[in-house]
């Protein structure tokens, strides 16, 4: 399975970006959709995360009531769509899906987009 993010960029701080990430080329479905953020020097961290089939979420308590992580499941599209940017934010932001085949569970991992936020 290949995954794709789109929409990083430059912003100022208090802006907003969305970022995509469209998943193709297997046949397995996705059970989990998640996006996880690493900065410079820091470890990678888990930003949200969405079931595909009832759409429940997770977020980490630095994103909440700031980002809205969503799917569409027609498309195998997953979105984060980030409100109220801080310099903190800054960081590469990495797409991640999971098939969970029992007892096997698959782990795919985007390339990365680079977000940051200007003060």
């Known amino acids: 399975m290949q995954l794709v993010e789109s929409g990083g960029g430059l912003v100022q701080a208090g802006g907003s970006l969305r970022l995509s990430c469209a998943a193709s080329g297997s046949a397995f479905s996705i059970n989990i959709w998640a996006w996880y953020r690493q900065a410079p020097g820091q470890q990678r961290e888990l930003v949200a995360r969405?079931?595909?089939?009832?759409?429940?979420?997770n977020y980490a308590d630095s994103t909440k009531g700031r980002f809205t992580i969503s799917r569409d499941n027609a498309k195998n599209t997953m979105y984060l769509q980030m409100n109220s940017l801080k310099p903190e934010d800054t960081a590469v932001y990495y797409c991640n899906a999971q098939s969970i085949y029992y007892p096997k569970t698959y782990d795919y991992w985007g390339q990365g987009t680079q977000v940051t936020v200007s003060s």
């Open positions: 969405i079931q595909s089939g009832n759409g429940a979420t």
